[in-house]
């Protein structure tokens, strides 16, 4: 089983739209999670962390559900700019490995 | 701040030859990543420093790959030789501490073997 599984889309969604996406991570004891955004030919870039409580940036909620071992991220009134692949992004219980999924591709139409 | 620096972008060898690859993190960094990205895939880890020590390699293909940060600061990754399969984005990253901070990555070698 992989250490992090998401689902690759793409997810094609309208200008305005809510979209959001799961990912789930194998090892109950992972204690740090985040959210990066990857535009294409380009280098990952830190979106947000997520963390125990939830947390919003403006458009972008992220949350942990620990029962069930998943992370979210739900970003509302979808953007153009928003096009682009995020990756969910899970550490070792060491804590001194992080563990990527495939990423999910995202691309909002006008 | 300046960023992480990676050299060179682009690279394109024939199978069986020799390519190495350069990293100069953030100042002040401990930690140096190197991440090996197949195109439609997310960043597989190869090795991290945490100064000049190697904390994991465990996914790094050692009969071929090879990886050095003697002072510390800079790192280059080598493979030798090369295979068809090695074709991907080699991405360095760095962080102030080793799994709970934020990463910043390179603008990555984009590596073509044919």
């Known amino acids: 089983r992989k250490e992090v599984e998401q689902d690759p889309g793409p997810f094609n969604v309208p200008e305005g739209a809510t979209v959001a996406f799961n990912c789930t991570y194998s090892?109950?004891?992972?204690?740090?999670f985040f959210w990066y955004r990857q535009d294409c030919r380009k280098e990952p870039k830190l979106l947000m962390s997520?963390?125990?409580s939830g947390n919003e940036d403006g458009r972008f909620t992220a949350q942990l559900n620990r029962a069930s071992q998943y992370i979210s991220l739900l970003i509302r009134d979808s953007k153009l700019s928003d096009s682009a692949t995020y990756l969910c992004?899970?550490?070792?219980?060491?804590?001194?490995?992080?563990?990527f999924g495939t990423g999910t591709s995202l691309t909002v139409i006008p | 701040e300046a960023g992480v620096a990676q050299s060179p972008r682009y690279k394109i060898i024939e199978k069986r030859q020799s390519v190495a690859f350069w990293c100069n993190p953030i100042?002040?960094?401990?930690?140096l990543y190197w991440y090996q990205q197949i195109l439609g895939q997310g960043p597989k880890l190869l090795i991290q420093?945490?100064?000049?020590?190697?904390?994991?390699d465990s996914q790094l293909p050692k009969d071929r790959f090879s990886a050095e940060r003697l002072k510390g600061v800079d790192s280059t990754l080598k493979i030798q030789p090369a295979k068809l399969e090695d074709s991907a984005v080699y991405l360095c990253?760095?962080?102030?501490?080793?799994?709970?901070?934020?990463?910043?990555f390179g603008p990555g070698t984009r590596l073509t073997v044919l």
């Open positions: 990253a760095s962080s102030l501490f080793p799994g709970v901070l934020e990463q910043f």
């Open positions: 997520v963390y125990s």
């Open positions: 420093f945490q100064n000049n020590g190697v904390v994991d």
């Open positions: 090892n109950s004891a992972s204690q740090s």
């Open positions: 100042s002040g960094h401990a930690t």
């Open positions: 992004v899970v550490n070792t219980p060491t804590g001194n490995q992080f563990y």
